[in-house]
């Protein structure tokens, strides 16, 4: 009866946040070397403005910019610095995070189960198209996954329901015909829940990022381990 399945992407298929801010620090590093700079104290700062920027952003993909994270600090550094060390530093990042990625155990085996049996996969995740796209494939997921809808797209990010209709109208499928999986409460779960989606948690025994909780939203399952997604869909391991 289910025909898709919906997936967040960081902390749900790979491990991100762990990644997050060792990336910064080496990103870091790189700055503080050329600018000659203590090491830790750049990356204390850095690591405050990275902060500053995923609040100051809300809902839009924004959030995720990292080159505003190496503006701030080095200008709060007030020392002159070559315009192109900002680039330089966020494309530092991302490949350091790209070359670092690590997938959940059981990932790329469920997902081909699934291919096998015919259902519909999307991930759906807050944030430009290009990185999307460029981590799943790094992660080595590209050639399992049909779709890749990235918030970039309709402007506002997960809850609201822009990304998960444009989701359901690619794929050709209704919300109840979908079941959307993720590891944060009000973004992957209340957000499709709103559109009739069937949602669950993704609460790995390990490694993993439980976020969003608000006390009111109520997951349609959880799992701990990836494999246990089959069981939604009827199909035995
Ligand atoms: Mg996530």
Do not use: C
Not at 55 to 68: D, G, W
Not at 71 to 91: G, T, V
């Amino acid at each position: 009866m289910f025909k898709a399945l919906l997936l967040d992407l960081d902390d749900t298929l790979i491990k991100s946040s762990q990644l997050y801010e060792k990336a910064l620090h080496f990103a870091s590093d790189y700055i503080a070397d050329k600018y000659a700079m203590d090491k830790e104290m750049f990356f204390q700062v850095a690591l405050e403005k990275d902060t500053l920027v995923r609040r100051n952003f809300p809902t839009v993909h924004t959030r995720h910019s990292r080159i505003l994270v190496f503006r701030n600090a080095l200008d709060e550094m007030e020392i002159k610095y070559d315009l192109s060390s900002l680039p330089d530093a966020e494309d530092i990042y991302w490949n350091y995070f790209r070359q670092n990625i690590e997938v959940y155990d059981g990932v790329l085996e469920t997902l081909a189960v699934l291919k096998k049996h015919k259902i519909k996969t999307a991930i759906v995740s807050d944030g430009g198209l290009s990185l999307r796209i460029r981590k799943t494939q790094q992660a080595g997921l590209l050639p399992f996954i049909d779709e890749i809808f990235a918030s970039e797209e309709v402007i506002f990010e997960k809850p609201f329901s822009a990304i998960f209709t444009l989701t359901l109208n690619r794929l050709g499928v209704e919300g109840n015909e979908a079941i959307m999986l993720g590891n944060n409460y009000k973004n992957d779960i209340r957000g499709a829940q709103l559109v009739g989606i069937r949602a669950g948690l993704f609460d790995p025994k390990k490694d993993g990022n439980v976020e969003g909780q608000d006390g009111t939203i109520v997951a349609d399952f959880v799992i701990h381990e990836f494999s246990e997604i089959l069981k939604e869909f009827g199909i035995k391991k």
